[in-house]
């Protein structure tokens, strides 16, 4: 299997919450993370929640980098979801913790747009039974919920 994609989840516990709460600085922040990584900045926005709370996106040629804080319980959810080889989402990630002085971070990893690689395996000039099923196209029959 192949991935389009790759998409960090990254927690962030125990983050100073002024900064949570400053729109300006969580832009500044965010986009200097994108910048860090290497990224191609095409497009921002960020919005001021009342009484608190941030929500934006950097968007990137290579996909984007969201955030949502709240400054309340010094949370704030970030994800960098980049596409092709050439950032360093760690790095980004690195800053983020760094700059929201977050005290218990948490990273989690995810492959994005998993798609089969161009040429089922062949034993013996024969397509296996695996590799039917993996590249048995279908509905599924249930969503299923990964936590």
């Given at each position: 299997m192949h991935a389009l994609g790759r998409h960090l989840v990254l927690e962030l516990n125990g983050c100073n919450p002024k900064l949570l709460g400053d729109v300006k600085r969580v832009e500044e922040i965010m986009v200097a993370a994108a910048k860090i990584a290497k990224a191609t900045i095409v497009g921002v926005h960020f919005h001021q929640f009342s009484p608190f709370?941030?929500?934006?996106?950097?968007?990137?040629?290579?996909?984007?980098?969201?955030?949502?804080t709240w400054p309340e319980h010094a949370y704030a959810a970030v994800d960098i979801f980049t596409c092709g080889e050439t950032l360093n989402s760690e790095?980004?990630?690195?800053?983020?913790?760094?700059?929201?002085?977050?005290?218990?971070?948490?990273?989690?990893?995810?492959?994005r747009g998993l798609i089969p690689d161009s040429k089922p395996a062949k034993v013996?000039?024969?397509?296996?039974?695996?590799?039917?099923?993996?590249?048995?196209?279908?509905r599924p029959k249930q969503l299923q919920v990964v936590s």
């Open positions: 709370g941030v929500s934006g996106v950097v968007v990137i040629a290579e996909s984007h980098l969201a955030i949502h790095l980004a990630a690195q800053h983020l913790v760094e700059k929201f002085q977050s005290r218990q971070p948490s990273l989690m990893e995810l492959k013996s000039g024969k397509v296996t039974k695996e590799a039917k099923e993996v590249f048995a196209y279908g």
